[in-house]
């Protein structure tokens, strides 16, 4: 069976860091592409990192420098570090599996998410 | 400001045919990078429903169908039933951001 289990959110002060795992079952983190989308309160999907298969990564405008996204094999896990973070990075984050070409790529599918509250 | 537009609200009665449209420009879909579909629940994940513009998930009703057209993309769903009131997210490829691009959803109300 399928199943992403994210953990590792919770309340953080404004600058600070956190780190969201994403543990996948029924399939190796390598064999397929992952991404990062959050929804923050009330609000629409956003995407916010990829990783392919090969190891390349990708970050939407709004968090790049500032998160890193990564797997862990032996662990079939999925992480986002998040470090430096803002009010406005406020959301449920979920991890997600792509499916389909890179530029065609859609999300098949989904973890139960993970929130993440900024504020001091 | 989400990069795809979606309408806020869509309405309908039991039994009728909605459609929810999902509009971006040359740099996504009118780029001919595909449009995907998924419906949100309150307090749930994502769930895919159309992929490849027209393509249905496995397991998705054939009520649900999409397509697309120049820039922009549409889901209809016919038959509504109260279970299809849900939030809906049209999905799709950037090339000017490098990467994936959501509608801002579409809050579905059935009468």
């Known amino acids: 069976e399928v199943q992403l289990v994210e953990s590792g959110g919770g309340l953080v002060q404004p600058g600070g860091s956190l780190r969201l795992s994403c543990e996948v079952s029924?399939?190796?983190?390598?064999?397929?592409?992952f991404s990062w989308v959050r929804q923050a309160p009330g609000k629409g999907l956003e995407w916010v990192s990829v990783?392919?298969?090969?190891?390349?990564?990708y970050y939407a405008d709004s968090v790049k420098g500032r998160f890193s996204i990564s797997r862990d094999v032996s662990r079939n896990t999925l992480y986002l570090q998040m470090n430096s973070l803002r009010h406005e990075d406020t959301a449920v984050y979920y991890c997600?599996?792509?499916?389909?070409?890179?530029?065609?790529?859609?999300?098949?599918?989904w973890g139960q998410g993970s929130r993440v509250t900024v504020s001091s | 400001q989400s990069v795809l537009t979606q309408p806020p609200s869509v309405s309908g009665a039991p039994g009728q045919r909605v459609t929810i449209s999902c509009t971006g420009s040359?740099?996504?879909?009118?780029?001919?990078?595909?449009v995907h579909w998924y419906q949100q629940l309150p307090g749930a994940a994502p769930k895919l429903l159309i992929y490849?513009?027209?393509n249905r998930a496995p397991g998705v009703s054939g009520r649900f169908s999409g397509s697309r057209s120049g820039t922009s993309a549409s889901l209809a769903i016919s038959g509504l039933q109260d279970e299809d009131g849900a939030d809906y997210y049209c999905?799709?490829?950037?090339?000017?951001?490098?990467?994936?691009?959501f509608g801002g959803g579409t809050k579905l109300t059935v009468l």
């Open positions: 029924g399939f190796i983190v390598t064999s397929h592409y």
């Open positions: 040359t740099s996504n879909i009118g780029a001919g990078y595909d």
């Open positions: 990783i392919y298969g090969g190891g390349s990564t």
């Open positions: 490849g513009n027209e």
């Open positions: 999905h799709s490829y950037d090339s000017a951001l490098s990467g994936s691009v």
């Open positions: 997600a599996r792509a499916q389909g070409g890179t530029d065609s790529a859609w999300y098949s599918y």
